[in-house]
C-alpha cells in the first residue's frame, strides 16, 4: 500500500488548501481514512478521519467547522479541504489508511502512512 499526499503549499492567514491523498492500486476501499498533522517540535496529532463508506466523520476540536475530509472511491482518493487557516494549522500533513472500517483518533488503528506534505500559514 502507498499513500502519497499533496497539496500543499504557502497560503495567508484566511486562505484555503485543498489536500489531496491518492492511494496506490492497493489501497483498499474498505478502510478508513485519516489525516494527521506534525508542527515543528511537536508530536504529531490528529487532524480527521472518515470511514470507510464516507458515513462517519471525525475531526480534532481545533478544526471543526474549517476543514472537511471526504473520498472519491472512483479516484482512489482522499481529500481534506482546509479553510480559514490560522497560522497554528502550519505543519507536514499527513494521510494514513486504517486498520479497519472504521478509525479515530488514534494512531494505532492506522496501518499505512504517505509522506507528509508541507502546509504554512503566514500571518
Known amino acids: 500500500v502507498q499513500l502519497q499526499a499533496s497539496g500543499g503549499g504557502l497560503v495567508q492567514a484566511g486562505g484555503s488548501l485543498r489536500l489531496s491523498c491518492a492511494g496506490s492500486?492497493?489501497?483498499?476501499?474498505?478502510?478508513?481514512m485519516g489525516w494527521f498533522r506534525q508542527a515543528p517540535g511537536k508530536e504529531r496529532e490528529f487532524v480527521a478521519a472518515?470511514?470507510?463508506?464516507?458515513?462517519?466523520?471525525s475531526y480534532a476540536d481545533s478544526v471543526k467547522g474549517r476543514f472537511t475530509i471526504s473520498r472519491d472511491w472512483s479516484q482512489n482518493t482522499v481529500y481534506l479541504q482546509m479553510n480559514s487557516l490560522k497560522s497554528e494549522d502550519t505543519a507536514d500533513y499527513y494521510c494514513?489508511?486504517?486498520?479497519?472500517?472504521?478509525?479515530?483518533?488514534?494512531?494505532?488503528?492506522?496501518?499505512?502512512w504517505g509522506r507528509g506534505t508541507q502546509v504554512t500559514v503566514s500571518s
Open positions: 494514513a489508511q486504517a486498520r479497519g472500517s472504521f478509525a479515530g483518533s488514534d494512531p494505532q488503528q492506522y496501518a499505512y
Open positions: 492500486r492497493r489501497t483498499s476501499s474498505n478502510n478508513a
Open positions: 472518515i470511514s470507510w463508506n464516507g458515513s462517519r466523520t
